[in-house]
């Protein structure tokens, strides 16, 4: 059984398009989260969300916005994407407070 | 705070060996720790973690350390295997519990 699953594993792209990454997951956590993984494999979260509130690190562009229909989704929209946009991009999800994170194994999103 | 490295160290060791990798944090509030493993192509796995209440914590041929006084953690493997082989990353909880700080990882390779 997938815990944490993203569509697709792959993405490419060109340059000013939008797109859209889901992630789902069967644990019954209450918090999911989106994170970039860089070419020097730095992870960085960009956003952490459950339903009740949704955390933004300041760092990221507003082109890009999560989505939840429901406590099992967290779906990732970028708008205009941009060179700088290549990464690896990681959903993942855990309980509230001081729990570990599971992670999905990534969508690769290459921009031409 | 945060522990971010610019390159990715690697650890060579081999087969059967003892293997420690190491990690430094910031933010001395901290009070929850996490050792992640990476393999190519996958998303972070959970390993081990630790509680601030604690100065080490032992799982199946894993050992996370943590020195409160210096601000340093690190994670040992007993009898290194080449199924070992990935990148390894601490991690931290921001105040609130919602986002991780990830290390800047460390890349294990195990030879032969």
């Known amino acids: 059984d997938t815990a944490v699953s993203q569509t697709p594993k792959y993405l490419v792209t060109q340059m000013g398009n939008d797109k859209s990454i889901k992630c789902e997951q069967n644990l019954g956590h209450d918090t999911m989260y989106w994170y970039k993984q860089d070419s020097k494999k730095f992870l960085k979260i960009m956003f952490s969300?459950?339903?009740?509130?949704?955390?933004i690190n300041e760092t990221v562009p507003n082109r890009f916005s999560p989505k939840s229909p429901d406590k099992a989704h967290l779906n990732l929209h970028i708008n205009s994407l941009e060179l700088g946009d290549s990464a690896v991009y990681f959903c993942a999800s855990s309980q509230v407070g001081n729990q570990p994170q599971h992670f999905g194994d990534g969508t690769r999103l290459s921009i031409l | 705070g945060e522990s971010v490295g610019l390159h990715l160290p690697t650890l060579s060791v081999q087969e059967g060996d003892n293997s420690i990798i190491n990690c430094a944090y910031s933010n001395s509030a901290s009070d929850y720790f996490i050792w992640y493993k990476q393999e190519s192509g996958k998303g972070p796995q959970f390993i081990i973690d630790i509680r601030s209440n604690m100065d080490k914590r032992q799982g199946q041929r894993v050992t996370v350390l943590l020195n409160k006084t210096v601000k340093h953690l690190s994670l040992q493997i007993a009898a290194t295997q080449p199924g070992d082989s990935a990148v390894y990353f601490c991690a931290e909880p921001d105040n609130a519990g919602n986002m991780l700080t990830f290390g800047g990882g460390t890349r294990l390779m195990v030879k032969p």
């Open positions: 969300y459950n339903n009740k509130e949704l955390i």
